[in-house]
């Protein structure tokens, strides 16, 4: 029973920690950040999948598409928007527009 009741414990610790909000970093009141974040799914094949090159180019047409929510240019809104992803995703995002921004 004690066992169980320490597992309870730990269960109940773990889940109000990951409960906690965490700083992500990106600005969720900048419209371009919508695009990049509605654009994951490209870039995470890009980046993670390797499904083709990452390069900065094909990174640029993943937040330049048709119905976007901003007209700035692919390379300013990655800039604009750090910390919208993955650790892994971010730190590929901040070598290949890395600030100032464009």
Do not use: W
């Not at 269960?11 to 994951?40: M, R, W």
């Not at 993943?62 to 928007?81: D, F, L, N, S």
Request: aromatic fraction near 4%; glycine fraction near 4%; proline fraction near 7%.
């Amino acid at each position: 029973m004690r066992c169980k009741t320490l597992l309870l414990a730990v269960c109940f610790a773990l889940t109000s920690v990951s409960a906690q909000e965490v700083k992500d970093g990106c600005p969720k009141d900048e419209y371009a950040c919508i695009d990049v974040i509605n654009s994951s799914q490209c870039i995470e094949q890009l980046i993670i999948e390797k499904l083709a090159n990452a390069t900065r180019e094909a990174l640029v047409k993943c937040v330049e598409y048709e119905g976007t929510a901003t007209t700035m240019p692919g390379a300013q809104k990655y800039c604009r928007c750090p910390g919208c992803h993955t650790a892994p995703i971010n730190d590929v995002l901040s070598k290949m527009f890395p600030p100032p921004c464009i």
